[in-house]
Structures are given as C-alpha cells and as structure tokens.
C-alpha cells in the first residue's frame, strides 16, 4: 500500500492507495508542535482504525505546506518502518508546467491538486480548494499550470472579523437554508462568509473563462466545499480527494 499525506494548515490528510484504488482517507489536525513520536503514535492509531498492517504499506508521498512539518512526518513514518518515502519538493517529477515567474513557490498542495485534475482530462480547468485558504489554481487546454489567485478561507475569514471587529461575534459556519436576507448579526456574517464565497467562485470563474477564451472546467476541493458548492452558479465537479489523488499520481510517476 502506498500511503498519501497532504499536511495543510490546519488538517493533515492521509489516503492508503492499493492498485490505483483509494482503501482509506483519514485527517487528523495539524499540530506544528507535535513531536515525531507524537505523530508517529497518530498514524499507528490511523493505521490500526483502518485495519492496515504497517507491514503492508510500501512507501509514503508527503506534501506539506507547512514547511516544519514535513521532517516530522518524514521521521514519523520511518520510525513506523516505512522507509521508502518522497517529499513533494522541487527534485520531484509531476509532469506539470508551472508557467510561474516563481514554479518553487507553488504550494505542493496546489501542484497536487493540479496534476490529479489534469489526469481527469477537462481542460482548460480551475482547481478552486476552499480550505484554511481559498485558492485557484488554473490549467490551461494544455494542462499548464497558467494561473493562481490566492484568498483567506473562509473560516479564516470569519475569525478575523470577530478578531478585528469589536461587535461582531464568533460564529460557526452553516448552511443558510433561509436564503439570502440575514436578519441578525451572526446571519449576516454566514451569509456573508458562505454566499460571499459562492459568489466569489462563480465571479473568478467567469473572469478566467474570458482571459481563457472558453469555458474552464470547474473542479472545487477543501473542506469547506460542500456548504459553498450548495450556493454556487457554475456547474462545477467536486473531488474531495483531489490532494491525495495527485499525490498517488506522482508517486507513480516517480516510483514505477
Ligand atoms: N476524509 C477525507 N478524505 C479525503 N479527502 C479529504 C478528507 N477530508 C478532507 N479532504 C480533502 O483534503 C483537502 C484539504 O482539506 P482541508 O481543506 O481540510 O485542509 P486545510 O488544512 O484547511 O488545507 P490548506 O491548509 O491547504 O488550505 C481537501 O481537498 C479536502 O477535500
Ligand atoms: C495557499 C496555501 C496556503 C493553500 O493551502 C498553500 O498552497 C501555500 O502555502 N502555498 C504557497 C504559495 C503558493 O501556492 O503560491
């Protein structure tokens, strides 16, 4: 088994591959504290609640965009005993053309995202994650990797008001199901937090689509997807295990 782990700022995801087949996908919270032997213990714990033997599992793929926690989980698996592990980093093979004035400074994250959509084949395509940040990654018709905007999450977004803002409160982010006309303050920032979202995705994406010159394929990932998607004009595809697919994918790239 080939194990997938995408370290995000806020979740690290792990997905146990078998034959081109996803058997888990398991997140547990990025503690930039932890210790390798802490983490070393959580994925023991991760393994066991999915039923796989460390034994059976050949090697690692781990992509990390927070920069202190790739060693960590690096040490964590080897002292489990997986020893053949790759770091998403630059000596890495995706196959992706990052046409940036900066191809290094695209999170590994991003560049995962992006080789599992242009596996998928509909290009051009926007990559939208809605996770501790919103991002867009855009491919064009050849699959290069031609553009990116870069936004807080959601959530973040939420607690920087009650963090900024002395009267407005800490709310938890939910669906509105009673539409658009907030009538209350903590409304008024889920409407704002979620619908603003929404609408943010369908105004990006039809400004890509004119510098485009056609109609980009819309693939939306992050955990905050499915209550954004809810509200979303453009048809779109969501792919919860876009990351880890990615990272499966260039581990096969590399490895085979
Ligand atoms: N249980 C799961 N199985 C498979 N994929 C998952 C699971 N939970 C979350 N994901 C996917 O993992 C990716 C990252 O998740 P999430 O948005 O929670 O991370 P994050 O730490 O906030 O990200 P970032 O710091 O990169 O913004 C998303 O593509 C999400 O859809
Ligand atoms: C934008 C985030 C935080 C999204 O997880 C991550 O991809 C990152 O830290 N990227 C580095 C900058 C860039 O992607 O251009």
């Known amino acids: 088994m080939l194990i997938?782990?995408?370290a995000g700022n806020s979740h690290v995801l792990l997905g146990g591959y078998e034959e081109d087949e996803q058997l888990f996908a398991a997140s547990i919270a990025t503690e930039p504290k932890w210790t390798r032997d802490d983490y070393a213990c959580k994925l023991q714990q991760v393994f066991g609640l999915y039923s796989v033997p460390v034994g059976r599992i050949r090697g690692a793929v781990v992509s990390s965009v927070v920069p202190s926690m790739v060693t960590v989980l690096e040490d964590a698996l080897r002292l489990l005993g997986v020893t053949d592990v790759i770091e998403v980093s630059s000596g890495v093979k995706t196959g992706l053309n990052i046409r940036s004035e900066q191809p290094?400074?695209?999170?590994?994250?991003?560049?995962?995202?992006?080789v599992a959509a242009r596996a998928k084949g509909k290009l051009p395509c926007v990559v939208v994650c809605l996770g501790t940040a919103t991002t867009f990654t855009v491919l064009d018709q050849s699959g290069a990797l031609v553009g990116?905007?870069?936004?807080?999450?959601?959530?973040?977004s939420l607690s920087a008001l009650r963090e900024q803002a002395a009267q407005l409160p800490a709310v938890a982010i939910e669906a509105r199901?009673?539409?658009?006309?907030?009538?209350?303050?903590?409304?008024?920032?889920?409407?704002?937090?979620?619908?603003?979202a929404a609408a943010m995705v369908d105004g990006m994406v039809g400004r890509f689509a004119e510098t485009l010159g056609q109609t980009p394929h819309v693939v939306v990932t992050g955990d905050i997807a499915p209550l954004v998607t809810r509200y979303m004009r453009v048809p779109f595809e969501y792919d919860q295990s876009l990351v880890l697919d990615g990272l499966h994918l260039i581990w096969k790239r590399n490895r085979s």
Do not use: F, H, K, P
């Open 4 to 6: 997938a782990v995408n």
């Open 148 to 156: 990116s905007a870069i936004t807080a999450g959601v959530r973040l």
């Open 104 to 114: 290094r400074q695209v999170g590994s994250d991003r560049v995962a995202s992006a």
């Open 177 to 196: 199901d009673e539409g658009i006309l907030a009538r209350n303050t903590a409304d008024a920032m889920r409407v704002g937090a979620v619908y603003g």
